[in-house]
């Protein structure tokens, strides 16, 4: 017997049986709050806005309000809005760079962190993501969960092939607690609630 194989035989004699300690409900642990009020202010000490169109205002009116530089390379992943490209146009990653302002759907939103939460359902190409300038990024209020614990039992967990969590734009820090926003991803990353 190898000295692993005598290691992993004592850890398993050692253990205690897996009933003997039965995990909590993850429902119960954290924050229970699931509420878009919670969701916003989350977002927003992350560095993340919110995008509330006015009354009778389009998606696609409200993105041109955000973004008023003309000639912006805009993708749109959902019917909601209007771009101009289509991700099938981008085959590559190489092809996403230039892409200015992303809109896209995410699956569901994490209250307690004011995250999203995008797969290959969503993305299409995964690059988009972190390659594009901006993101605009439609939640159905419904599909806020409270927490990190409540998000794991998402089906999205367990059949995405490719997942990512996002909180507001990328940042960096350092050791003298300087922060750049956009640093390493998006320069900007704005929710609109938006029911499906």
């Given at each position: 017997m190898?000295?692993?194989?005598?290691?992993?035989?004592?850890?398993?004699?050692?253990?205690?049986p897996?009933?003997?300690?039965?995990l909590?409900?993850?429902?119960?642990?954290?924050?229970?709050?699931a509420?878009?009020?919670?969701?916003?202010?989350?977002?927003?000490?992350m560095?993340?806005?919110?995008?509330d169109?006015?009354q009778?205002?389009?998606?696609?009116?409200?993105?041109?309000?955000?973004?008023?530089?003309?000639?912006?390379?805009?993708?749109?992943?959902?019917?909601?809005?209007?771009?101009?490209?289509?991700i099938?146009?981008?085959?590559?990653?190489?092809?996403?760079?230039?892409?200015?302002v992303?809109?896209?759907?995410?699956?569901?939103?994490?209250?307690?962190?004011?995250?999203?939460?995008l797969?290959?359902?969503?993305?299409?190409l995964?690059?988009?993501?972190?390659?594009?300038?901006?993101?605009v990024?439609?939640?159905?209020?419904a599909q806020?969960?409270?927490?990190?614990?409540?998000?794991?039992?998402?089906p999205?967990?367990?059949?995405?092939?490719?997942?990512?969590?996002?909180?507001?734009?990328?940042?960096?820090a350092?050791?003298?607690?300087?922060?750049?926003?956009?640093a390493?991803?998006?320069?900007?990353?704005?929710?609109?609630?938006?029911?499906?």
């Open positions: 190898s000295a692993r194989d005598s290691i992993l035989a004592t850890l398993r004699r050692n253990s205690p897996p009933a003997a300690h039965p909590p409900d993850p429902a119960v642990l954290g924050e229970a709050d509420s878009p009020e919670r969701f916003s202010a989350s977002l927003l000490q560095g993340g806005t919110m995008l169109r006015q009778g205002e389009t998606l696609d009116q409200a993105i041109a309000l955000r973004f008023p530089k003309p000639g912006l390379m805009i993708c749109s992943l959902v019917p909601e809005a209007t771009g101009t490209v289509r099938e146009d981008l085959p590559t990653p190489q092809s996403a760079e230039p892409v200015d992303t809109i896209v759907r995410a699956a569901f939103g994490i209250a307690e962190t004011g995250s999203i939460f797969s290959e359902a969503q993305l299409h995964n690059a988009i993501a972190h390659l594009t300038q901006h993101m990024v439609l939640l159905d209020p806020i969960t409270a927490n990190m614990h409540t998000a794991y039992l998402r999205e967990f367990h059949t995405a092939r490719y997942g990512v969590l996002m909180s507001g734009p990328s940042a960096t350092d050791i003298q607690g300087v922060l750049i926003r956009g390493q991803g998006v320069r900007s990353l704005a929710v609109c609630f938006m029911p499906q």
